[in-house]
């Protein structure tokens, strides 16, 4: 092939052999043999030949993965091809052994970053073999031992001392996770066995398994913990066990430390003994646990300090743990742990099962938090708060983060699914239990309204893909358990339990959800076990086993279209947004009318007539958008609802205003309806107040802005946002800001608007951090970014170092800086993701800033390319860091050279993009959404905005 550079060469000189050759010169060599002008017409020949078959080959390349008709089709076959490749491949244990007790001991080394560690894991045989099979990986195992049948009343200790036979080790395999020990001795059913293993490890730093982290004391110094991060398939690279979560057993844990630190572990410390053979050491042993998964246990070495929390008398001792000088960080927790524990209390039934409840701030941890049962870990962003400078949505955030993390102590510790391919039953449950809380502890905060908007939408954008999932998902290899945690994992479960709350009924729901944790605490479950503890029953013949398995046994979502008539209306299901084949949803259909009939039906097939003298009056359909699907509408129906919002809106609650805009725009935007509709709908906003309909119409029109983007049409845009927002400009500078007013200084802001320039410029150069209000000081960062130099820039950027920076501040600062519209401060800004300047739980941000812009759009897929080999060999094991690159960038693109050049970047990085490979499929397909949208839609878009 040749190369662009070498073909410019090759035409450069020969144009300059022409301009110096005299025309003698030239008939002087016709007169001679043509030999050397046919090696030149042979070489012409050759570069013509090679150009030609370089087109066909990119014709050929971008007809299969560049953006054509049949592109999605391709390469959605594609990853199938790929990750099926070793679905026959067994990676599962089997039943044969299964443990009933670990004594775990690791000695960690904070100056190597090293371990040793010991487990004795008593087994019991359900049938004759002569091999055990476990999960190991990266642990180097020093010593195997198995020693003969158990009397059950011994300890272990008791056995371990006696000495019993062994059993001899003949040989060890090892495939992928599992390591094989296979015995010269069957080991016979009913018996149980001890198997001692010693082994060696690391200490990493990649936010898995057994890791260290890091922080600066009050004095500047570096000081370093040793965590742990076991969920979901982690805790095989600490000590060698069955890591599957319904091998539950106990675990009795000892964790040496220096005399200076403190060890935290599931349960409370037992005692301390010192150390026999190393001065300066001590063993610290705990209680033992319940039966448990692998995926709980945690430990951490630290010299952190902590705060009690009040509780009963009789309750769980509660502390929070954070470094010395971020104690005072913890007042909202402190006051909020409580609430909320008290609150699950109630509402199950059951007592918090363990008698103590460790929450502590790590430094770098990739996750927001994880439920270890007994020792939650937070990122510090997650649990502490600075109440004299962060503000409402920080504590939102921290408040659902709590409230989900201790909603698992029973949905997943308590009660854990047998099985990754029922994650829903435990995120799920979390989710929408961390809603219940907020709205019941804080009423204030709108949560029961808003959460269609924060969880349901947000599951809507991801379950409309093509590469979407049943949230009863079959798992059959290891990467497809990482992947399974996403987006919409988490929220279209808690809008189906949701929804299965308001067909039933808040008693009978609360009544079966305490069945469920009474009846499989301590144990194993399905999502057949959840379904059988409600009453079997809904409504019309309909079991609920048969509803919720419609929504958990198939992907994506339905559209309801109402057709009304005088005395009826008729409503169809349908897939969304294509009427693929598939069968059908069990749907709760609940209306409203405008003279207040209500009622809630069963959709169980395709279509359904209801008799109603509507006389027309308007029809809603999905009251409080408690069903999750999509409502569509004749034209008359719709003319009669938008004229309703106009007249008085209070009629119609404002989660449903919220839904209407959203599901208008997106029927719109596919070609259901003409975007007249929801143009018209959302001029009632002009005189409302409410942030919750507000929020979701400038969601809405945010996706119309990043399609716009990159357009001449974008100025016409803008100044139709402004016109737009024209009746809450007076917000700027007011006192009393809230959530709708953030929102709307952020966006006229980002439109250029003088006023709200002036006013952030000004807030910029004459505040200090604490003096700037939380709900602007974010759009006050940005706009200082992009509208100065690179001198405001240099000093954000060094603000990131302040060893006094608590994480919500440091995340409001790497969000900022992107903001800027110089291509050099992009890129360097993003070379510090990979050169070590910022922590890898942080790099998110950085992807997340930039893709908000056009010039960090265009500098961020460069640097995607040209810099892909370095970010994957520093991030292979971050599986977080490569899922926020594609979620929080990726998936922000949206014009036909991105599509292209996304599609390239997957074919020729398919192998490294194997573990995120799923969402990278579900970013094209998006960014080819949004390239068909411009080709279809733009003409009729720019009607509505000139």
Known sequence: ??????????????????????????????????????????????????????????????????????????????????????????????????????????????????????????????????????????????????????????????????????????????????????????????????????????????????????????????????????????????????????????????????TNTTVLSNMPLRETELHKNITGYVWDHFMTTPIMSTYLVAFTISDFKSVNVSTKITGPVIRIWAPKQSLYQTDFAVNSTNMILNFYESYFKQKYTLPKLDLIAIPDFSKGAMENWGLISFRDSSLLLDNTTDGFLSREHVFNTLAHEIAHQWFGNLVTMSWWSDLWLNEGFATYMAFMAEAQLNPSWESFDSFGLEVMHQAFTFDSYRTSHNLHALIVNNLEIEQ??????????????????????????????????????????????????????????????????????????????????????TIIQTKFPVNTTYGYWVVPISYKTKNNLSSTIILHNNTRTVFLDLNQNWLLLNLYQAGYYRVNYNQENWDLLINQLEIDPSLIPASNQAQLIDDAFELASYGFINYEIP???????????????????????????????ETPHYIKFREFMLQFLEPLKEVIGHEDETILSSLVIEKLCSYRFKPCIDFALNTFTNCKFEEISYSIRQTVYCTAVEIRTEHEWDYLWNQTFNLNNSGIKLRELYLALGCSRDSWIIYRYLNSTINGSIAPQNVLYVWRSISKNPIGRIIGLKFLEHNWRKIYDIYKDHFDVLLGIIEEFVYKLSNQEDLEKVTTFYALHKNDLRSVSGFILGAIEKISAHVFWQKEYLEEILQFIS
């Open 484 to 569: 399974i945690f996403d987006t919409l994992t988490y929220y279209k479960s808690a809008a189906i339990l949701r929804m299965l709350n308001f067909t039933i009924g808040q008693d009978k729901f609360v009544k079966g959800v305490r069945r469920y944790v009474e009846k499989w605490s301590f144990n194993s479950t399905s999502e057949g076990s959840l379904f059988h503890s409600f009453d079997d029953s809904i409504k019309e013949n309909i079991t609920l086993n048969a509803m919720m398995s419609s929504w958990t046994h198939q992907c994506g979502f339905p559209l309801i279209t109402a057709l009304t008539k005088n005395s009826s209306f």
């Open 1 to 258: 092939m040749v190369h662009v550079s070498d073909i410019l060469l090759t035409t450069d000189t020969m144009h300059e052999n022409t301009d110096h050759s005299s025309r003698i010169e030239f008939l002087e060599s016709k007169s001679k043999p043509r030999r050397r002008c046919l090696i030149s017409f042979k070489k012409a020949l050759l570069f013509i030949v090679c150009s030609t078959v370089s087109i066909i080959l990119i014709v050929t390349f971008m007809y299969y993965f560049g953006p054509t008709m049949s592109f999605k089709g391709k390469m959605l076959h594609d990853l199938e091809v790929f990750l099926n490749h070793d679905k026959h491949k067994p990676f599962r244990l089997s039943d044969t052994v299964q443990p009933t007790h670990y004594r775990l001991r690791i000695f960690p080394n904070l100056e190597t970053f090293a371990f040793d560690g010991r487990v004795s894991i008593k087994v019991f045989t359900n049938s004759d073999t002569n091999e055990i099979v476990l999960h190991s990986v990266g642990l180097n195992i020093t010593s195997v031992e198995l020693l003969k049948p158990m009397n059950g009343s011994e300890t272990l200790e008791q056995y371990s001392v006696h000495k019993k036979a062994y059993i001899k080790l003949v040989t060890t395999l090892t495939d992928d996770d599992r390591m094989t020990f296979i015995f010269e001795e069957n080991l016979i059913a009913g018996n149980s066995y001890l198997l001692d293993l010693k082994f060696h490890g690391k200490i990493g730093d990649d936010l898995i398994g057994f890791y260290r982290s890091g922080y600066y004391d009050s004095l500047g110094k570096k000081k370093w913990i040793a965590t742990t991060h076991f969920q979901p398939i982690y805790a095989r690279r600490t000590f060698p066990c069955f890591d599957e979560p319904k091998f539950k057993a106990q675990f009795q844990i000892s964790i040496a430390r220096r």
């Open 679 to 709: 143009f018209r709908l959302i001029k009632y906003l002009s005189n409302e107040t409410s942030p919750i309909p507000w929020k979701a119409a400038l969601k809405r029109l945010s996706v119309i802005e990043s399609n716009l983007l």
